[in-house]
Structure formats: C-alpha cells, structure tokens
C-alpha cells in the first residue's frame, strides 16, 4: 500500500540533495570541530561556511546565527534571555503558541520571574493589533513580545513587521517563532524590528534535531547551555556538524526554488479546499484560510459523529497521514488549544483535521484522499 503524506507542517522528507551535502560529514570528514589538527580544521570550515550561508538567505550577519538542537532550544534560549538578561518582566504572548513558548513562559510566570499577559484574538485568530499595543502601553515594566509567525495548526500568519514596530515603539524584545516560515518565505531581518527568531531543518526537507537561533547584533545575551565554548562562547556542547551543514543546504534549495515550490504547493492546497468545499458541505475552515495564511497549511473540522470520530485512525489505516493539530499533541484525543482559543470558548463538537503539504504532493493524491474521506464519512 502506497502511502500519501499529507502532514509536512510536523516533519518534512530528507531531500535526497541535502543527505548528499551530509554524507562527507557522517563519514571520512568526522573530525570535531574544536579540535586544532587538519580534521577539525576543516569541519569547523563546514560550519563557519553554513553559517555564511544561512545568514546569507536570511540577510543577516553570520555573527548573529547560532545553530541549535531546533525550535523548541532556541525558543527556550529566546524567552529566557530576555527574562534573565535583557530586564523584561513582562511576558507578551497569545493562546495559539506553540507550547514550546507556552509552556516556556508558563514557567516564568509561574515562578513569579515574570507576569503574563495574553494578547486577544481577532475573529479569524489572527493577533488583535489594537490589544497588543494596549498591553504595551500600559505595562510599567519592560516587554517581551513572543508570537509565532505562523500558526502550526492553522496556517495564520503574523504581520511580523507590524508587530516589529510596536516593538521598537515601546522598548520591548520582541521574539517571534518562525519555525514555520523559515525555509517557506523570503526574509530580510535587516527590514523587520525583530531580536530572536529561530527555525528547524526538518520542516523543508532538511535534518531532523538541527535549528538556528537569530540573535541580533544589538543585544547581548549569556549562554542557555553552558560547559564549552562552542558556538563563538553561546551555545556548549559538540556541533551537529552534519546536521548543521544539512540546515544550509536544506535551505539554500528552498530559498533557490521559493517562487516554484510555493506556486505548486498553493495549488495543491486550494484544489483540496475545493474539493472539500464541493463534497462535504459541512465542513468548516479553521483560521484565515484564503486569506493571510500559510500555503502549506489547510486546517478543516467535520461535524462529529460515530464515523468521524475514528477519521484520522481510519485515515492511518488507508495509508494517509494527517493530523489533528500539532504534531506534539497527537496523542491527545481532546481539541487543541489552538482549536479551543479560535473557538472563543463556545461549546463545539467538531473533528479538526490539518492537512499540510510540501512540494511532493500533488492534485492526484488529493482526489485519493477526497475518495477515501467519502468512504469514511
């Protein structure tokens, strides 16, 4: 049974082209980077070389890339900076984060470091402009502002320049989690207001257990990690080397093919919110679909019944994968809070589906997947 991947928002396949650039690094060229003889001379080239490379994509300087384990390190690494080294003891964020922020800040706040504050929702989940800046204008203490630039489960995007400008406007460390964007958009980080970002390899087609945390050149921050002096003294520990030169040519392919990629996989997605539209009148968009949205991303609830209540474990069944929200929380069988938060607190019996897609997908998989839906449904 041929299998149909309908879940690239949660992980992306290997590109054959970037286990290539790898492969040297997992065989002969397996020096330690902080060793001073000719093996470890030229790994640490390698890093120092992808590093110029991801800056570069980024229109960043290299000094201020600094790779990771991924997007839940650098959001940590993030949030605890501007708490522990940049005087913020406000904490700005929005019940649709990621809960590598929510559970982050959730802590500091809990252990009283830091008060919370979350920002309202518009009526398609998008941030509430208006409430953001009144939250930073009434805050007594210095803001961290922490929202995602792209919802994981619904695709919503930020008006991350917007946000940027509120931020320089009132003093505040602004972070946004791009882990969703980076590798799916262009970015100017010379253009955008913005302290920290962070991304991961493997949501386009890079290695799984690498990232990148941006830290801009005007702040000065201690080590999350310490015990070495990896990473110019911020990050300890031995480099991921391979994964590290798999992150920049994971996204040097997807910066080069942008215009390409994103057309066909925007394709894909609005062909099935067609055909959902077309064969099950019912069903619901979650977020700003056809608006200020991801391409990659379409987020649907079915009515809930018997039948759709087993939809994704019979779906797993017929070889299609898909999610019911973030891939953190499959296990669970409630709705996200993602859902819940969108949802302004009103009782709903649905069954939320995220389908995302990724440049192997194409219509036909679609038309198989909608014939599979119609059996199920």
Request: negative net charge; aromatic residues 8%; hydrophobic residues 40%.
């Amino acid at each position: 049974m041929s299998r149909i991947y309908f879940d690239n928002a949660a992980t992306t396949a290997l590109d054959p082209e970037v286990l290539d650039a790898m492969m040297p690094y997992l065989t002969e060229k397996f020096g330690n980077p902080s060793s001073v003889y000719s093996y470890g001379r030229e790994t640490k080239l390698a890093i120092e070389n992808a590093r110029k490379s991801v800056a570069r994509m980024l229109n960043a300087a290299p000094g201020e890339i600094f790779f990771t384990s991924g997007g839940t390190e650098s959001t940590n690494t993030a949030i605890a900076a501007a708490i522990r080294d940049l005087g913020c003891k406000h904490i700005i964020t929005s019940p649709l984060e990621h809960h590598a922020t929510l559970h982050t800040v959730e802590y500091y706040a809990h252990t009283g470091q830091a008060d919370l504050s979350f920002v309202k929702l518009t009526e398609h989940g998008h941030i509430d402009m208006v409430d953001l800046e009144r939250l930073l204008a009434s805050s007594k203490v210095r803001s961290v502002v922490t929202l995602m630039h792209a919802n994981n489960e619904i695709g919503n995007l930020l008006d991350i320049k917007a946000v940027g400008e509120l931020c320089r406007k009132y003093d505040a460390i602004f972070h946004s989690d791009t882990v969703q964007t980076v590798g799916h958009y262009p970015f100017n980080l010379k253009d955008i207001y913005v302290h920290f970002i962070n991304g991961a390899a493997h949501k386009f087609h890079g290695p799984k257990g690498v990232g990148i945390l941006y830290v801009n050149e005007n702040v000065s921050i201690k080590p999350y990690l310490n015990g070495g002096s990896q990473e110019r003294n911020m990050r300890a520990g031995t480099e991921n080397l391979y994964g590290i030169v798999g992150f920049a040519k994971a996204l040097e392919m997807a910066t080069n093919r942008y215009e390409q990629d994103s057309e066909h996989i925007r394709s894909v997605k609005l062909y099935m919110a067609d055909k959902l539209k077309e064969n099950f009148p019912d069903v619901v968009f979650n977020g700003d679909t056809f608006g200020n949205s991801l391409y990659t991303v379409l987020n649907v609830s079915f009515p809930h019944s018997e039948k759709s209540e087993m939809l994704l474990f019979n779906l797993d069944m017929a070889g299609i994968c898909v999610s019911g929200g973030s891939a953190c929380t499959s296990g669970a069988s409630s709705l996200s809070h993602v859902i819940k938060a969108i949802s302004e607190g009103k009782a709903i019996d649905v069954v939320p589906i995220r389908f995302s897609f990724c440049k192997h997908n194409t219509k036909a998989e679609v038309d198989t997947v909608i014939v599979k839906l119609k059996e199920l449904m």
